[in-house]
């Protein structure tokens, strides 16, 4: 009975931008620019809101510092998730990105009931809003969150963290869209009931725009095969890699972090079988699936038939 255990891991995180900036580097600048930016936004959209009483202006900037909080979790996360294993942490922590992305989705799901709460009321008791002001500061919003959906455009699909805050700050453009337009038809109309109804409609955009991300961070927290890998397609290209395989069982899949998978196997080999060959091809054909962790055991039929299963 043989084992194996490789350790090759993705690193698209490092490579290099066409003007010669790693990846790393750039993602940590865009973190701290987009938290900067939105910050500040925040402050002036909460004040703005306050001083002319809109709820939408008011709710999209408790939207958006749950963004900033989102945004600085994330860059914590992305942060430990380089750090070296150590006798403690023998994977190191990159589990903590995986934890991140379950709390932004949560924390979102709370600034979602926040704004409902606050438009239901301001339905129940409407009050005048200054259309001209909310369109103004809506229409920073637009550049601002723009902009910062550029910052992490090109590394959207590397990380779930990383597309998590693309997607927030991409409904966050479109949110205030809507709030711009919602404030140019006040200032014409004086259909006030439109700012807390523009604040019900920017609930349910977040709403949706966050439940996918849920679901899949709690599959991630609870070990679950990530969503992008098909179990069965990794079965399958185990058994094609070498016609020496009789068997594939005792598969487990799991992440070890949002960009990382690992995957453990036993593999029935024929008798005369090269194991070392064979576990070369098996890890190969692994990474072709996404899976650069793997630890593989190989067995013959002989100590299949004998083997206990404790489940």
Known sequence: MAHGHGHTHNHGNNQALPHGMPAVEYLNRAFKLGIILNLIFVAVEFLAGLVIGSVALMSDAGHNLSDVISLALAMFAFSLARQKPSSRYTYGRKKSTVVVSLANACILLVAVGFIIYESVEKLI?????????????????????????????????????????????????????????????????????LDPVIGIIIAVVIFFSTWGLLKESLRLALDGVPSG???????????ASDPAIRDVHHLHIWPLSTTETALTAHITVSEEAATGEVKAKVKEALRGQGICHSTLETETPADRACECDCG
């Open 125 to 193: 008791t409407p009050q005048p809003v200054e259309g001209g002001t909310v369109a103004w500061v809506a229409g920073v919003g637009i550049v601002v969150n723009a902009f910062t959906v550029w910052l992490f455009l090109r590394h959207k699909d590397s990380d779930i963290n990383i597309k998590g805050a693309y997607l927030h700050m991409a409904a966050d453009t479109l949110v205030s869209v809507g709030v711009l337009v919602s404030g140019l038809i006040i200032s014409f109309t004086g259909w006030y009931i």
């Open 229 to 239: 890998i098909d179990p069965e397609a990794v079965q399958d290209s185990i058994r």
